[in-house]
């Protein structure tokens, strides 16, 4: 069944990205900006100016000490968590909700994110070519967006999408969300991107995060830090639901990073530390 017109309707219906956010986005693209940028835009946005103190504050971080000042929060979180956050608070439509058609529970896409993005950031340090930190952060953040559109259309169908992997009348879950819908969440999650009006970098990130190689070659390594980070998070326990580690994992990213076995080991154990830490500091758990 093609439902794509009807799940494009419902992604023209979903509120477009914060100023704070674009502001944010917009300035981590360059290689000259400053801290002190990145407070003047959370601290016009109330909003995020108390997400950003509620997790600098939580005892995770174990400063010993109650953070007042933005500025100081923000040199404590570091500018690419800050951007996490407030795409994240300002996308309740997105994050804040159940994915009931991958039988993942409120909050699971935005933990699944967040460690994927942890586990990009390790990678890009291994890059054999400069990969920009910020994107490779930012892009797993947003890879799976499509995901919250398609849920609401996959709703009562994740048994049977689940049981054409088995019988292999589909190679992997988004084989079975274009057979069940017409489109994947990648595609779904390119449109919302579009809708966004975000920069072609995080497009590449959501459109072909689980096909690097279709990527376009300017941005592919990137590409490759989010699907392996992807993978990464899944294997770590953070993924959104029946869909979990049922895609491939192309073998190229070994063309894009110096990694052998010991180091890969390293920067999954690295991510998942991280990714706890962070985590804690967000919910408490």
């Not at 190689?213 to 390594?221: I, K, N, Q």
């Not at 990137?222 to 869909?243: C, P």
């Amino acid at each position: 069944m093609n439902q794509v017109k009807e799940i494009v309707k419902r992604v023209k219906q979903i509120a477009p990205l914060s100023q704070s956010s674009m502001k944010l986005m917009e300035i981590i693209k360059r290689e000259d900006y400053s801290l002190g940028e990145i407070t003047r835009i959370v601290e016009h946005d109330p909003a995020l100016t108390v997400n950003v103190l509620k997790v600098v504050n939580a005892p995770a971080f174990g400063l010993g000490q109650s953070v007042t000042s933005l500025a100081r929060a923000v040199s404590f979180l570091g500018d690419k968590t800050v951007v996490g956050i407030a795409i994240a608070s300002c996308s309740p439509q997105v994050y804040d909700k159940g994915l009931d058609g991958y039988a993942a529970e409120r909050g699971e896409l935005w933990r699944h994110s967040l460690h994927t993005a942890v586990a990009a950031r390790e990678l890009v340090k291994h890059a054999k070519k400069a990969i920009n930190t910020e994107a490779a952060f930012t892009g797993a953040i947003l890879h799976d967006i499509g995901k919250a559109v398609l849920s609401e259309f996959l709703h009562d169908r994740t048994g049977s999408l689940l049981s054409s992997i088995e019988s292999q009348e589909a190679g992997n879950f988004s084989d079975a969300e274009r057979k069940a819908l017409g489109a994947d969440h990648t595609e779904i999650g390119l449109a919302l991107a579009k809708h966004w009006n975000l920069p072609a970098p995080l497009c590449q990130c959501i459109r072909y995060h689980h096909t690097p190689r279709e990527a376009d070659e300017a941005w592919r390594g990137l590409v490759f830090a989010v699907h392996l980070g992807d993978a990464i998070a899944m294997m770590g326990g953070s993924g959104t639901g029946a869909d979990a580690l049922l895609y491939p994992l192309d073998e190229s990213w070994e063309d894009y990073f110096n990694l052998d076995a010991t180091g890969l080991e390293l920067v999954i154990m690295n991510a998942n530390t991280e990714f706890q830490r962070t985590k804690t500091s967000l919910y408490g758990d």
